[in-house]
């Protein structure tokens, strides 16, 4: 009886679970309506259970909750409350939509964004022609160097141009300050979060950056770290290696063309005998002791070069629970330069966590820290700068000393009567060095205090410090050229630096969200509050007792020591109001007011100023009577206008600054730095645009414009001031300028799942219109070997010079033109002729005239990839039409006039009546000025670049849940097409608002193959 009763007990429980039916819910996007895989649902303290390819998944095994949690990576996450019984089918929506649709949740930005590359170490290389009115230069080659980025031009003459940086919400305030240790040493902020770190990057252009006051006239880069969304443990494992080709070198003379076109030189001016007498060197007698000292064949770029080596590691763990989720990150970017001894190391780690305190209030908290080293050269126009000296050294000599019977020793061979510092010994000796950190962290707290009403708070802190110290040698080892300083022979150099700056945000929002059928409405009310300060203290001297002592307490006499300091803070309250409506698929409208007290110019916070702007948007394509519905899903068409300020005013315009000044050779004393203008105020700004935006062929054509106009009013200028102040010139708001400018872009998507086919590109173009100069006609800006010129009414900066119109090729020509220098010498044959612009038959400063523009006249890229199964080939470029270069190495190069090294080009100099040739003769000390700044030396800056290309393949494990480890190669600046002379088209000289490409001698830019792989784990 008792095994009956068993039996039966089994039997009753196996038609129960026969009987029984499994729970299962569908999981689908919000917008496309298909079914996502890989979906975390999870109930508080239960198993974590994931959709199946079709979205599908069995929660019978959820027990009693008041919450069931949906998480998916790339989506906003669900908590469904199962008091309101479950549903059949759920939808996400991805984290860029509105739960109502993808269209209007930020009306001021159409253009989308592209996958991030995380193969760098820092973002901006990537922006090369990826983004329609987003332009990236190159500062330099060298590494931990970055990228200058424009958005939409420029809006001032004198203030900065540089895009506000906000990383999770907190600003990154700009530290790109003047360096005193290496003159054209940038600090790269982008590289202040790791590209493996990022989740998105919006780039935020003209009238959309106003909601950031004043410090968003530039435009903005808006970034998102990665926070996780999934309740699973994962651990990510990225490392790569790269190897950059060898430099390409400029085509100089060898060491027997090099010594006839000494000779060629000197002649012009010395007698044979003053030259054996002066340059022993010249002479190649084997039986001379001298010998072996002055007969090689150095190729000097090769001597300083290395193999640029670059490599990264990454490793990320994220997870957690329904109550709190977390990702942690920690990396290591290890990168040789292409000269030697020159490096960065960068150390990146992040912890960001979100923290569900109850069901209606959450905190989320961001830190990351970035530590840098590495070892520099100095890029400026010195004699220790070794790429310049491997440019200029003759090839006759070598890098160590030889002795009379060709053994070489190892003292560095000194610059002899050539005057070209060894460049060999500048890499090796000088100390060049630098290092410092950065952190930046916030807490964000929000909680729903009513129905539909959302409470915020932030508070943030960024903090960093850069230390530099330089030491350039040569006393010891007389091997580099002394630099004269302020009357004094530097015979060696020691320069220590120490930049440190501080902000801190706070604030507070609330908001007010309403969904409802299909209109969304938001409105929000936020107060922000930041402190910044900024810190910097020099120190240099010169002549220590040698070149083992490399520290300051050495230098002697202590009068050639040198001491500056500077310091600066600002504070800026934002009061923001901001509403958001879009209705019916169709309409959109956003709204603001910005009060914003700012103590920039150097007033307390007493007064302030209301920005103010607004969006409007609509879908034309949504309405019933559209004719093309089935063939155009979105067609919108946008507007946009807003004012702000200008909040980059330099410390020094607006407030009294003094400096050490040394007088005579024994005294040194303090004076007036500057002339500033406590009246000066901050510059209004209005922007405004339209634009629209097609998407066609089943979603996967998408067409866009975007026509944008700016209006600066009140510009900071350099200005006339009275005589009596003992100035020159001046700060006023006496300037005014206009920009305007189309952005077009263009993306194609094919293919089904197998097969996807990728292909897009963008162009920009800007027009500059300088209404007021103030008191000035034009303000012309002296650079290094020539002169920028910027008019009333013109259309943007111009080199400023002469005109060269050719070579004259005999006498006839020379007494047709009757022409002479401004020193009064009649110009000969094989002389440059240059235009004479007033007819006074005088070549000097009046004949000047435009020889050539600084802004291009349009630029863009093309971007697109091929992908069948697993395996991916993409791949981008860039391109520049117009703008021109100041060529500043070349007219070294072929100036002909000294006894550095010149050009292969040199050999086709004038030499006899009538030959062809747009090269003037040699002259020693240039006496007819042939090499003075002219268009002679304005090259066409054009060009396009293959920026990256990447095959890459999608390994098989790790896909079942959801996972992607890939692995890939990977080709960076890999092709350049251009007609300029110089190394590279696309380097900057110097930052800020009047950035030119001049070409001094800066690192280029370098192909490099990378080999890298990313695991899922």
């Not at 989720?325 to 990396?331: A, C, D, E, V």
């Not at 920005?611 to 089935?630: C, H, Q, T």
Request: hydrophobic letters at 35%; a neutral charge.
């Amino acid at each position: 009886m008792n095994n009956i009763y068993k039996i039966v007990l089994v039997f009753a429980c196996f038609l129960y679970a026969f009987g029984a039916k499994a729970q299962r819910i569908e999981v689908y996007d919000g917008v496309k309506h298909l079914p996502i895989p890989n979906v975390d649902i999870k109930s508080v303290n239960e198993e974590v259970i994931t959709t199946n390819d079709e979205g599908v998944a069995d929660i019978s095994s959820i027990t009693n909750s008041k919450f069931i949690y949906f998480r998916k990576e790339g989506y906003q996450g669900i908590d469904y409350p199962v008091k309101n019984g479950l549903k059949k089918r759920y939808y996400l929506y991805v984290e860029e939509c509105s739960r109502i649709n993808d269209k209007f949740e930020d009306l001021w930005n159409i253009e989308k964004n592209i996958d991030i590359d995380h193969s760098e170490y820092s973002f901006d290389r990537d922006v090369r022609g990826q983004h329609a009115g987003v332009r990236a230069k190159a500062i330099s080659g060298l590494p931990g160097m970055g990228y200058e980025l424009k958005i939409h031009g420029v809006r001032s003459i004198n203030l900065s141009s540089t895009p506000l940086l906000v990383i999770d919400g907190i600003i990154y305030p700009d530290n790109n300050y003047t360096n005193d240790v290496f003159n054209e040493y940038v600090d790269n902020i982008y590289a202040n979060v790791n590209p493996s770190d990022i989740k998105s990057i919006r780039y935020l252009k003209g009238a959309a950056a106003a909601i950031y006051g004043s410090s968003g006239v530039n435009g903005a880069i808006v970034i998102e770290t990665y926070r996780t969304k999934s309740l699973k443990t994962a651990i990510n494992v990225e490392a790569n290696y790269g190897v950059s080709d060898d430099p390409t070198t400029l085509p100089l003379l060898t060491s027997g063309q090099w010594r006839n076109k000494v000779y060629e030189v000197l002649r012009t001016s010395f007698s044979d005998k003053e030259i054996q007498t002066q340059y022993r060197g010249l002479n190649n007698d084997e039986n001379n002791l001298d010998y072996h000292t002055y007969n090689n064949n150095t190729n000097w770029q090769e001597e300083i070069a290395q193999k640029s080596v670059f490599q990264k590691y990454q490793v990320n763990v994220m997870g957690g629970d329904a109550i709190a989720r977390y990702y942690l990150s920690i990396g290591l970017n290890n990168e040789k330069g292409m000269i030697e001894n020159t490096d960065n190391q960068l150390y990146t780690a992040r912890l960001n966590t979100d923290i569900n305190i109850s069901e209606k209030s959450s905190i989320a908290v961001n830190i990351g820290y970035n530590y840098k080293s590495g070892h520099l050269i100095d890029q400026s126009y010195s004699n220790n700068n070794p790429f310049q000296a491997a440019l200029f050294k003759s090839p006759i000599l070598m890098p160590y000393k030889r002795n009379y019977m060709g053994e070489t020793l190892q003292d560095w061979d000194p610059y002899h009567s050539f005057n070209v510092s060894n460049p060999k010994a500048i890499t090796n000796d000088n100390i060049a060095e630098y290092n410092g950190f950065s952190t930046i962290m916030n807490v964000r707290f929000k909680t729903e205090i009513w129905k539909n009403i959302v409470f915020g708070a932030n508070v943030g802190i960024v903090n960093w410090e850069d230390r530099q110290k330089a030491f350039f040698s040569g006393k010891t080892s007389k091997a580099i050229v002394p630099e004269t300083i302020n009357d004094f022979i530097a015979l060696n150099q020691v320069k220590d630096l120490v930049a440190k700056g501080m902000s801190f945000e706070g604030g507070a929002n609330l908001g007010y969200e309403r969904i409802k059928n299909k209109s969304h409405f938001i409105f929000n009310l936020s107060a922000n509050y930041r402190s910044s300060n900024f810190s910097k203290l020099f120190a240099g001297g010169m002549n220590t007792a040698n070149d083992k002592m490399t520290l300051l307490n050495a230098v002697s006499p202590e009068n050639t020591r040198t001491i500056s300091s500077y310091y600066s803070d600002y504070r800026v309250l934002n009061n923001l109001a901001r509403l958001r409506y879009t209705l019916n698929d169709k309409y959109g409208v956003e709204l603001f007011a910005n009060y914003e007290l700012n103590s920039i110019t150097g007033v307390d916070m007493d007064s302030g100023n209301l920005y103010y702007g607004g969006a409007i948007s609509y879908d034309i394509a949504n309405e019933r009577w559209f004719p093309l519905k089935n063939i155009i899903s979105n067609l919108r068409i946008k507007g946009d206008f807003a004012t702000s300020g200008n909040t980059n005013i330099p410390f020094y315009m607006n407030n009294k600054q003094y400096a050490a000044r040394r007088f005579g050779t024994n005294s040194v004393g303090f004076t007036r730095a500057n002339i500033f203008n406590k009246d000066l105020s901050l510059e209004e700004v209005v922007q405004s645009g339209w634009g629209a935006e097609l998407i066609t062929m089943k979603d996967m054509l998408m067409i866009s414009a975007y026509q944008w106009e700016s209006q600066t009013d009140n510009m900071v200028i350099i200005d006339k001031v009275p005589l009596e102040t003992g100035y020159k010139e001046g700060f006023s708001n006496s300037g005014a300028m206009s920009s305007s400018g189309l952005d077009l872009a263009a993306q194609l998507m094919l293919g089904k799942r197998s097969f996807r086919f990728t292909i897009g590109g963008n162009l920009s173009f800007i027009d500059y219109n300088y209404e007021s100069l103030g008191n000035n006609s034009e303000l012309i800006t002296p650079i290094r070997g020539g002169n920028i010129i910027t008019a009333k009414g013109g259309d943007g900066p111009k080199f400023y010079g002469l005109k060269m119109l050719g070579v004259y090729k005999n006498q006839e020509e020379v007494d047709k033109h009757d022409l002479i220098t401004s020193s009064g010498l009649q110009y000969q044959p094989g002389d440059v002729l240059f235009l004479d612009k007033n007819n006074d038959h005088i070549i000097n400063e009046k004949d000047a005239t435009e020889i050539g523009k600084l802004l291009p006249d349009f630029t863009g890229g093309l971007y697109g990839s091929v992908q069948y199964k697993s395996i991916k080939l993409s791949a981008s470029l860039s391109f520049v039409e117009g703008g021109d270069i100041f060529n500043h190495i070349r007219s070294s190069l072929e100036s002909q006039s000294t006894t550095n090294n010149q050009s292969q080009s040199t050999l086709n100099a004038w030499k006899y009546p009538e030959q062809q040739t747009n090269i003037p003769k040699a002259a020693w000390g240039d006496p007819r000025k042939n090499n003075q700044f002219s268009s002679r030396w304005i090259e066409d800056g054009s060009f396009w670049r293959l920026d990256d290309i990447t095959l890459s393949y999608q390994l098989p494990f790790g896909k079942a849940k959801g996972r992607t480890s890939v692995i890939y190669v990977k080709g960076k600046n890999l092709l350049t097409n251009t007609n300029y002379l110089g190394l590279d088209p696309d380097v900057v000289y110097r930052m800020g608002a009047r950035s030119f490409s001049g070409d001094y001698g800066k690192i280029p830019t370098l192909p490099t193959v990378l080999v890298g792989i990313n695991l899922s784990l």
